[in-house]
């Protein structure tokens, strides 16, 4: 492919040569290969995707994502990748019916398996059920020998199968065999023969294994029930603890039903036990509140008398409702200002993406959205300026000035894009009256490729400032506000070292002659400056409100038994202007974050 590119580039300055250097020219098909590079890009990305979906099985996702890049490539006339792609969908097909045979045949095996399984169990319950009945009719044949025998077959599948409850059946109906031998040989009133003995041992080892389970489920029993008891008295570690050793014994005796429900009762005493804890938690968390609540109001009572308490209850009442309105009335007014804000801002946004979207296409630009933008920003600075928001209005007129130039900017570039459009048509034509070039007069295409890296590098360099001052901002604004709240501001200020990295990027972009850039730079420079010199007064301010506080605790020790009432009134006085202190100090805190949502708002927008 990039063989093909450079064949069709000297062909292009073969037929330009003779022209002489015509600037523009070169710019354009500067511009060319630059969108034929891009292009040939986002299509192989395309290609990556898709195939990376035909390892999950989406084709059809696969599928449409490659005739997408099909119709990259066809802009940039790439017919060998364009066939490659067609021969791909049809792989694709392939692997998707391929597929959906092996789920079939996954489907059919699964069913087969099913009924196997279903036709063993019917199998192995009809060989129980015969092998029951015969041993039955030789009980009754008096056959109790080959009875046990066949009993002892039956076992070995019950416990292959782990079927408990037959397993029991099968043992009552054992020792229902030796008792009939027992009835019968009795009967006969004759010693058994030596060759009985060894089923004398069996009953009486059978009788002594049902004695020793009965003995320890009846312990297991015992246990469960004492540790229900203990459950029902909240006791619950004492009872999870005899549960746990009555599972044991259960399983000791190979009693695996009992043990698996004791186990689901144990699960769901200890979900019941985490539930008691928490609330019981909630209710010494919520009694711990009540009594420090108390404690405060005492300590309330006995330090301010009646008085000064009524006087500043009625104060603080009305100062709160005041302060609820206004905030209410300010938090209305700012989300209508936030939601114009980015209304604008979309629309700038969609209409740059749309912008380079045309250009890169060669389409028709669409409107200019700048007057509408700035329209907005207008009735914005409008409406602060009714609000007495003075600095707010230095800021939106800055903005509003960055979107005249940004429309200035627009204009020029549609200016431009029809002189490319006038220009590629006399090209056009020239090319129909000659045939012949001059390679000399043309530049070698690496200078330019050269000195548009070179603007490239030096770009990413005074990003990588803006990136690390604006990191800076955030995270110092994060670590200033949860200092404000927690009334400790002994943190190093970071606006030095963001003030220092904007001042680098606005030398670096004015030793470039980008007067644009420099510009945006210096409003950055001066809104930091503004909010580090306010912040220097924030500090100052947290410093005299420390100091007063401790004045008036020391004064009011001394005082709050037999002061006069003109002393309680001075001090009243005194809390008045520390709340209007505190009242400053919250509206610099409001504006202090409005402008570095800004500022950070403004560098977006930037980048």
Known sequence: MDEENEKENEKIEREVGDEGFDPTKEAFFSDMNEMEEEITTEAYELVKHALSL?????????????????????????????????????????????????????????????????????????????????????????????????????????????????????????????????????????????????????????????????????????????????????????????????????????????????KKIIDELQKQKVSVEEKAEQVRLERERERLDTLRKEEEMIEQSKNIEEMQAQAKTLRLEELSVKK????????????????????????????????????????????????????????????????????????????KNKLSQDLKLREIEANKAEKQKIYEDSLKLTKKEDMSASPPLKDVRSSEQQEQESRISIDNLVKSAEKFAREYDIAFKKAIKKGNLDIESKYPEILELYTQARTFVSQKGWIEEAAVYSTHIKKFTELYNKEKKIRELEAKKLEKDKEFETIHIIQVKDAPNEAKNQDIKTLK?????????LEFREQIDSMVKTAEKMAREYD
């Open 54 to 262: 035909l390892e999950t099985y989406y084709f059809e996702d696969a599928i449409e994502i490659i005739r997408q890049a099909i119709g990259l490539y066809e802009q940039v006339n790439h017919k060998q990748e364009v066939d490659a792609l067609y021969t791909k969908i049809s792989e694709i097909h392939l692997l998707k019916e391929q597929r959906f045979r092996e789920k079939e045949f996954e489907i059919e095996v699964d069913e087969e398996e099913i009924i196997q399984e279903k036709e063993n169990v019917e199998e192995i319950n009809k060989k129980l059920e015969i092998s029951i009945k015969e041993a039955n009719n030789l009980i009754k044949n008096n056959e109790f020998d080959k009875a046990l025998d066949i009993y002892d077959e039956i076992a070995l599948i019950y416990q292959d199968l782990n079927d408990t409850r037959g397993q029991e059946q099968l043992n009552n109906m054992i020792e229902e065999c030796y008792n009939k031998k027992a009835e019968y040989l009795h009967q006969l009133k004759v010693p058994e023969i030596s060759s009985e003995e060894t089923k004398a041992d069996k009953l009486k080892l059978y009788e002594e294994t049902k004695l020793r389970d009965s003995q320890i489920s009846s312990q297991a029993f015992e246990l469960v029930g004492k540790a229900s008891e203990l459950g029902k008295g909240y006791l619950f570690d004492e009872a999870l603890k005899l549960y746990h050793e009555s599972v044991i014994l259960f399983e000791e005796i190979n009693w695996m039903n009992e043990a698996k429900n004791i």
């Open 577 to 585: 202007v520390d709340q209007k202190e505190q009242e400053k100090e």
């Open 328 to 403: 209410q009335e300010e938090d209305e007014f700012r989300l209508e200002i936030s939601n114009k804000i980015d209304y604008a801002e979309k629309l700038a946004r969609e209409y740059e993406l749309g912008k380079k979207k045309a250009i890169r296409e060669g389409s028709i630009l669409s409107q200019s959205v700048y007057p509408e933008v700035i329209t907005i920003f207008d009735s914005i600075k409008e409406m602060v300026k009714l609000r007495g928001w003075n600095d707010l209005v230095n800021i939106y007129e800055k903005q509003i000035n960055f979107y």
